[in-house]
């Protein structure tokens, strides 16, 4: 059974850092392009960032880019997005996302971005 469990979230000041990590379990890593979401209150799901199967390109929301980078250690079965420079309007649920297909979702992890 294949299982993606997201780390990392938690509340910080506008301004500040974060990085998430999601780690697979139960497949390679290497399989798998992988994506992170964000679904804050009352919107819907939406993309954040995207990184191929060998780390070599990838794809931003205009709203984070220059701000987030995605990486991934696929010796370490683990995704991360670094955030940087994080806006209230950051704030949200964060998914990853491993894209075979089959397609897998974390259980998500929350970001608070506040003073």
């Known amino acids: 059974q294949v299982q993606l469990v997201e780390s990392g979230g938690g509340l910080v000041r506008p301004g500040g850092s974060l990085t998430l990590s999601c780690t697979m379990a139960?497949?390679?890593?290497?399989?798998?392009?992988m994506n992170w979401y964000r679904q804050a209150p009352g919107n819907q799901r939406e993309f954040v960032a995207r990184?191929?199967?060998?780390?070599?390109?990838?794809n931003y929301a205009d709203s984070v880019k220059g701000r987030f980078t995605i990486s991934r250690d696929n010796t370490k079965s683990t995704a991360f997005l670094q955030m940087n420079s994080l806006k209230p309007e950051d704030t949200a649920v964060y998914y990853c996302?491993?894209?075979?297909?089959?397609?897998?979702w974390g259980e998500g992890t929350q970001v608070t971005v506040s003073s």
């Open positions: 996302n491993a894209d075979g297909p089959p397609t897998y």
């Open positions: 139960g497949s390679m890593l290497g399989f798998y392009v």
């Open positions: 990184i191929n199967r060998y780390g070599t390109i990838t």
